[in-house]
Nanobody, 124 residues
Framework: QVQLVESGGGLVQAGASLRLSCVAS????????MGWFRQAPGKEREFVASIVWSGGSTFYANSVKGRFTISRDNAKNTVALQMNSLKAEDTAVYYC?????????????????WGQGTQVTVSS
């Protein structure tokens, strides 16, 4: 079983930056991809960004392209999300995820493990 623990959420003003981190553990940890989803109140969980664990290819939702950057450290089993130029509409609970698929990882059905989530609130 894989455990994912996020950190780095908080309350910031619009235009500011935040960095989220996720540490993975577990004997069965061997994902194809890791990434981030988010869920705002009253909305469905949506894909934000992902990275292929072995090759490093990255994928982003159109809404965050150019503002967010995902990275990984294979040796430390960590994935990070650098969020710049934050907007009020980025406010959500952000979930770390690990699973199968590369470009298909954006489908939550391909996520095998979820973190507990970390709140990001952007005030306008």
């Amino acid at each position: 079983q894989v455990q994912l623990v996020e950190s780095g959420g908080g309350l910031v003003q619009a235009g500011a930056s935040l960095r989220l981190s996720c540490v993975a553990s577990g004997r069965s940890f061997s994902p194809v991809s890791m990434g981030w989803f988010r869920q705002a109140p009253g909305k469905e969980r949506e894909f934000v960004a992902s990275i292929v664990w072995s090759g490093g290819s990255t994928f982003y939702a159109n809404s965050v392209k150019g503002r967010f950057t995902i990275s990984r450290d294979n040796a430390k089993n960590t994935v990070a999300l650098q969020m710049n130029s934050l907007k009020a509409e980025d406010t959500a609970v952000y979930y770390c995820a690990a699973g199968v698929g590369t470009h298909t990882f954006s489908n939550p059905r391909n996520v095998g493990s979820w973190g507990q989530g970390t709140q990001v609130t952007v005030s306008s």
